[in-house]
């Protein structure tokens, strides 16, 4: 079986994974992690204020923490591969290419100051996201509208332009491959400028010029031109090195400078991720998630008040955060007269008026 298929059919399943995942975050609760979550994006958004001590913004956990600077770590050894072999929304975008056969081609003199609009929106995204202390992308984010479009009607109110720049996203990756990844994506601006210092490049030689590998490369990026393949565009994926018909493989994938066969480098690369992540899982490391009470209740770790959700009773409350049941009723200004045992976004029904989401921020 052909590399390429194998690593489509790889993507396939992360990607139907991935759909699976958002689905059971929005239908059956918070023991399924959010996208904000699981997304090296949430990290770098987080980075402010996790290093300044204040725990993590709403809607992450330290486990996103770990996940970002294992993401970090992976593009320093293998560039954008993360890009190429792993990212659920990156699958998204090739497979829809794969719909239709003609694809436009920006031509140079757009495509390349539109590749720097990536970095632009990595700039915003982590500079308003470091001062508002918030994931402020969210409600613009097509990603987000992407997992959350099982919350029907809702995603219209809470992500209505997110859901619209996912509209544009789907369509142009019809018509341009992986248009997403090549100028929009901020999590593909930030591991582009890492990729640029990584050992993993494509590198040729005595190229014949029949123009197979430009012409599959899903990034655009020309492979088989005189000089080095642009190393913060490579996202990894080798097809650029299975097309070639060269017998004498005048391209190929190297990792400091050895050459990787394409079958290793896309598997070795899957498993390797994916296998850090269920080693950090056993020791602990990937909190995504709330925790459940028992854990906390036998000592693990508190949730900031930020991170209390609206299912939680009053009583669950007072235990995630790690305060006796009368100081919570203090503190989250609700009157002695309401049960413990109210779930904490049923409040307002005793308190008209009551806000739980602004009485958490404040
Ligand atoms: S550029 Fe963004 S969407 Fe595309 S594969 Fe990379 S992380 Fe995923
Ligand atoms: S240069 Fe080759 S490995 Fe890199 S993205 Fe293009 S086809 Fe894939």
Redesign the pocket.
Known sequence: MKVRYIRLTILGIILVCSILLNYLHITAGTVFPSVHAIC?LGGLENLQVWLSGHGNLQKLFSGTMTLFFLSVGFTLIFG?T???NV?????L?EFLGKITPHKYSVSAKFDTPLRYL?LVILLIVIGMAWITASIWISPYDP?VAYAHIWSGAEIITENGIGLFILIVVLISALVIN?S???YL?????L?SLISLVSPTRITHTDCIECGNCSRSCPMGINPGRKGSVNVSEC?GCTTCVEVCPSKTRVISMTLAGKTVKPLLFVVGTVCIFFGVIALLNTAGLMQVTVPSLESVQQGGTHLNVIDLKGSMTIEEGAVYVGMNLSDFYTMMEIPQSVPATAPLNTVQDFVPGYDFHAMKAK
């Open positions: 090296p954008r993360l890009c190429g990212c659920p929304f990156g699958a975008m990536k990603y992986r997403f990844c090549k994506c901020p999590v593909g601006g591991l996202i």
